[in-house]
């Protein structure tokens, strides 16, 4: 079962993923010039939304497990 927050950073991290990576191509084609944008800007989306939920993932991870660490400690506090 998937929670609001994890819903959440994921698609935050999505957003920043495909944000960032329009953001590349432009700063690239800038700088190098003459990068063929209306294939480019495709190809880096795609990648964006295939990376950013994995990355959302990778960051929330940690999260829950130490709430699930805290849980532990909030049930029995004689072990630590």
């Given at each position: 079962m998937i929670t609001h927050r994890r819903r959440k950073l994921i698609a935050l991290s999505t957003l920043a993923s495909v944000v960032v990576a329009v953001v590349v191509v432009f700063v690239?084609?800038?700088?190098?010039?003459?990068v063929n944008r209306p294939l480019v800007v495709p190809i880096a989306i795609v990648m964006a939304l295939v990376i950013g939920p994995l990355i959302g993932l990778w960051i929330e991870g940690p999260i829950e497990d130490g709430e699930?660490?805290?849980?532990?400690?909030r049930r029995a506090p004689s072990r630590r």
């Open positions: 690239y084609d800038a700088a190098a010039g003459g699930m660490d805290d849980a532990a400690k």
